[in-house]
């Protein structure tokens, strides 16, 4: 048999499986079997290592197979409440009917656009989302990821600063940051682990300590100082991967006031707080402050498509106007993803999503103290705002193990990636209150398993 043949051969019974509504037992376990075997030999078989620390018995029974309202099934048939949500993807729940309808219905006319013509649902989309944004934010630049969306905004910050402000070629983002991998994320991604072997990264990048203000000010002067003016500050309005980090009350909008003194360029990095998961549509809104930019992805294809976005005002995004190939990317703002996005913003409006993340995040936020009430040994801090919470417990160890039961008991958890000692409560919005007790339970007994 032809190599060509064998792998037809594979192709046709995995299209097969795909086809099905569901799967037999031994569907499901020639599944498991060739997923292990792929991630060993030609994917990355470190994952196979990382996953363990989650999966029941240390074994590698958890093959993801489908998804549907707030949460997972396994390829046996086994059940998981998200509380991940895809590192903050299913803010609309997983496969929300509106959102698949609209991906399906654009597919029965075009999947790609022509890379010459007017796309007309790229300009729709950005004229919906320059109604919801706040402040005078108005130009959109569609990408496919959140890392995509930072590297957007970095050079209309640059392209902006060459044609104002020639001497500015600072950038300062903030201890504990995440802002993607790519090398200009990475730039202003905090974590050492990620940084060194990729070094040197984008120039000109300084990193001040979260929620100080102060220092930031001082950098600001020492750069004008020696003639390295700041082009843009950039930071998350609630840092994720570091740990789930609330801003002093304020912060935020004294940094927008050092920008604006300084004539620098604010960035909002909204990837993972936007689309309503802090409790307001973008987390900006709840000190009332509006940066230059604003970064978008994850939640922003609702679950459904991967589509990011780098909103700016018109001041900023301007530069652009004279060449907008300047930046430009095959497959962001195609119309399957431009569908989703639509789709996803009618619903987060329609279901008034980001109020039920405040209420439901409250609510949340309240039982897991309770519930760690006793477990101050294990437990550092609980902390969050709507439905983005962070569980910090002293140890990385006690971390892992935590995360291991809660596993066990049919929720899907993880860490944050720059402070591997905090896991991340980010479950859909449309998270059930039945759902968030039993969460709260299986928390609880974790908790006091541990202790024994």
Same mark, same amino acid.
């Given at each position: 048999?032809?190599?060509?043949?064998?792998?037809?051969?594979?192709?046709?019974?995995?299209?097969?499986?795909?086809?099905?509504?569901?799967?037999?037992?031994?569907?499901?376990?020639?599944?498991?079997?060739?997923?292990?075997?792929?991630?060993?030999?030609?994917?990355?078989?470190?994952?196979?290592?990382?996953?363990?620390?989650?999966?029941?018995?240390?074994?590698? =029974? #958890?093959?993801?197979?489908? +998804?549907?309202?707030?949460? &997972?099934?396994?390829?046996? !048939?086994?059940?998981? *409440?998200?509380?991940?949500?895809?590192?903050?993807?299913?803010?609309?729940?997983?496969?929300?009917?509106?959102?698949?309808?609209?991906?399906?219905?654009?597919?029965?006319?075009?999947?790609?656009?022509?890379?010459?013509?007017?796309?007309?649902?790229?300009?729709?989309?950005?004229?919906?989302? =320059? #109604?919801?944004?706040?402040? +005078?934010?108005?130009?959109? &630049?569609?990408?496919?990821? !959140?890392?995509?969306? *930072?590297?957007?905004?970095?050079?209309?910050?640059?392209?902006?600063?060459?044609?104002?402000?020639?001497?500015?070629?600072?950038?300062?983002?903030?201890?504990?940051?995440?802002?993607?991998?790519?090398?200009?994320?990475?730039?202003?991604?905090?974590?050492?682990?990620?940084?060194?072997?990729?070094?040197?990264?984008?120039?000109?990048?300084?990193?001040?300590?979260?929620?100080?203000?102060?220092?930031?000010?001082?950098?600001?002067?020492?750069?004008?100082?020696?003639?390295?003016?700041?082009?843009?500050?950039?930071?998350?309005?609630?840092?994720?991967?570091?740990?789930?980090?609330?801003?002093?009350?304020?912060?935020?909008?004294?940094?927008?006031?050092?920008?604006?003194?300084?004539?620098?360029?604010?960035?909002?990095?909204?990837?993972?707080?936007?689309?309503?998961?802090?409790?307001?549509?973008?987390?900006?809104?709840?000190?009332?402050?509006?940066?230059?930019?604003?970064?978008?992805?994850?939640?922003?294809?609702?679950?459904?498509?991967?589509?990011?976005?780098?909103?700016?005002?018109?001041?900023?995004?301007?530069?652009?106007?004279?060449?907008?190939?300047?930046?430009?990317?095959?497959?962001?703002?195609?119309?399957?993803?431009?569908?989703?996005?639509?789709?996803?913003?009618?619903?987060?409006?329609?279901?008034?999503?980001?109020?039920?993340?405040?209420?439901?995040?409250?609510?949340?936020?309240?039982?897991?103290?309770?519930?760690?009430?006793?477990?101050?040994?294990?437990?550092?801090?609980?902390?969050?705002?709507?439905?983005?919470?962070?569980?910090?417990?002293?140890?990385?160890?006690?971390?892992?193990?935590?995360?291991?039961?809660?596993?066990?008991?049919?929720?899907?958890?993880?860490?944050?990636?720059?402070?591997?000692?905090?896991?991340?409560?980010?479950?859909?919005?449309?998270?059930?209150?039945?759902?968030?007790?039993?969460?709260?339970?299986?928390?609880?007994?974790?908790?006091?398993?541990?202790?024994?």
């Amino acid at each position: 048999m032809s190599k060509n043949t064998e792998v037809r051969e594979f192709i046709g019974k995995v299209l097969g499986l795909v086809e099905k509504e569901s799967v037999t037992k031994e569907d499901a376990a020639w599944i498991t079997a060739q997923t292990i075997e792929g991630f060993r030999e030609n994917v990355n078989p470190g994952f196979l290592e990382y996953r363990k620390t989650v999966t029941e018995d240390q074994g590698f =029974a #958890a093959v993801e197979w489908s +998804d549907g309202g707030n949460g &997972f099934k396994d390829v046996n !048939g086994n059940t998981y *409440i998200d509380c991940l949500g895809g590192y903050g993807i299913y803010n609309v729940g997983h496969r929300h009917p509106k959102v698949v309808k609209a991906v399906k219905d654009q597919l029965q006319h075009q999947a790609l656009h022509s890379q010459d013509l007017l796309d007309p649902l790229r300009a729709m989309l950005a004229k919906a989302l =320059a #109604a919801i944004v706040p402040g +005078d934010l108005k130009y959109s &630049f569609f990408t496919n990821s !959140g890392t995509e969306s *930072i590297e957007a905004a970095l050079k209309i910050a640059k392209l902006y600063a060459y044609k104002h402000n020639p001497v500015a070629s600072t950038f300062i983002a903030t201890v504990g940051a995440f802002h993607g991998k790519s090398l200009g994320s990475l730039a202003g991604t905090a974590r050492g682990a990620f940084r060194k072997p990729f070094m040197s990264l984008l120039q000109g990048f300084r990193h001040v300590l979260y929620g100080d203000i102060d220092m930031m000010r001082k950098t600001f002067e020492a750069c004008a100082a020696v003639g390295e003016n700041v082009a843009g500050v950039i930071l998350e309005p609630i840092q994720g991967e570091g740990g789930i980090i609330l801003p002093p009350k304020g912060y935020l909008k004294a940094v927008r006031e050092l920008c604006d003194e300084y004539g620098a360029v604010l960035i909002f990095d909204e990837v993972q707080t936007g689309m309503g998961r802090a409790g307001s549509m973008f987390a900006c809104e709840i000190e009332g402050v509006v940066p230059d930019i604003m970064c978008l992805a994850k939640a922003f294809g609702g679950g459904v498509m991967p589509i990011g976005a780098t909103i700016a005002s018109e001041k900023v995004f301007a530069p652009m106007f004279d060449n907008p190939f300047m930046h430009t990317t095959t497959f962001g703002g195609n119309p399957l993803a431009c569908a989703a996005a639509l789709a996803t913003i009618d619903v987060l409006l329609e279901e008034n999503l980001p109020a039920r993340a405040a209420e439901v995040g409250e609510y949340f936020l309240k039982g897991l103290k309770e519930a760690a009430k006793g477990h101050e040994d294990l437990v550092m801090e609980i902390r969050g705002q709507g439905l983005m919470i962070g569980i910090e417990f002293h140890k990385d160890e006690v971390g892992y193990e935590a995360s291991k039961g809660i596993f066990e008991k049919g929720i899907v958890v993880a860490g944050t990636l720059v402070n591997s000692k905090t896991i991340r409560i980010e479950p859909p919005l449309t998270i059930t209150y039945e759902e968030v007790d039993y969460v709260l339970k299986s928390f609880k007994e974790v908790l006091e398993n541990l202790k024994k």
